[in-house]
């Protein structure tokens, strides 16, 4: 497989995981509207908190391919490589490729990452839906801030094919 095919390769994979994405809110955004004025039991809470995982794994997801096929950078190395990952999609890359996201995305994404690692760490009945509730909530809105802002390094991807093409 020639550049331009393996840079538009990696631009099929983000849109389909996009899509996924898409998905998870909607599923979310079902689910949330039940519990503006009560407390999800116990079962539905870690639903919930399913979701929020969710959304977050899909994320990371993109940004992996990402760093393995623009950046030349496979992760994984330590416990730090998560959040080291989510910092480098927030700069440009010299000659390489420009911000993925926002500096005010990443922080906005961070409190994902941050719950993700909860989720994953504790056993399921420590939930508390006073902190997950505020993610909830904000969960459409960095969604939609997301996909803007990976629609416009889709457009750098879709440029640099072009290039590649004519080269």
């Known amino acids: 497989m020639g550049k331009r095919e393996a840079v538009l390769s990696l631009l099929g ?24 004025s009560q407390k999800p039991d116990r079962f539905t809470l870690r639903g919930l908190g399913s979701l929020l995982h969710d959304f977050y794994t ?4 993109i940004f992996e391919l ?12 330590d416990s730090g490589w998560h959040k080291r990952l ?10 390489v490729r420009p911000a993925v996201i926002s ?13 993700r ?18 993610l ?3 969960l459409e809105g960095t969604y939609w801030a997301f996909r803007e802002e990976l629609s416009g390094f889709g457009e750098f991807l879709r440029e640099l ?7």
């Open 13 to 36: 994979e983000i849109e389909n995981l996009s899509r996924s994405l898409e998905t998870v809110v909607d599923e979310a955004r079902e689910k949330i509207a039940c519990y503006t």
């Open 58 to 61: 899909i994320v990371e997801d």
């Open 66 to 77: 990402i760093s393995q096929d623009i950046d030349g950078v496979r992760e994984r190395e």
């Open 86 to 95: 989510l910092f480098r999609m927030s700069i440009a890359i010299p000659e």
């Open 103 to 115: 500096e005010e995305l990443r922080r906005r994404l961070e409190v994902y990452l941050r719950f």
């Open 117 to 134: 690692h909860v989720f994953r760490n504790v056993y399921g009945y420590l939930l508390e839906w006073e902190r997950m509730r505020p």
């Open 136 to 138: 909830l909530e904000d």
């Open 161 to 167: 094919a072009q290039r590649l093409e004519e080269a």
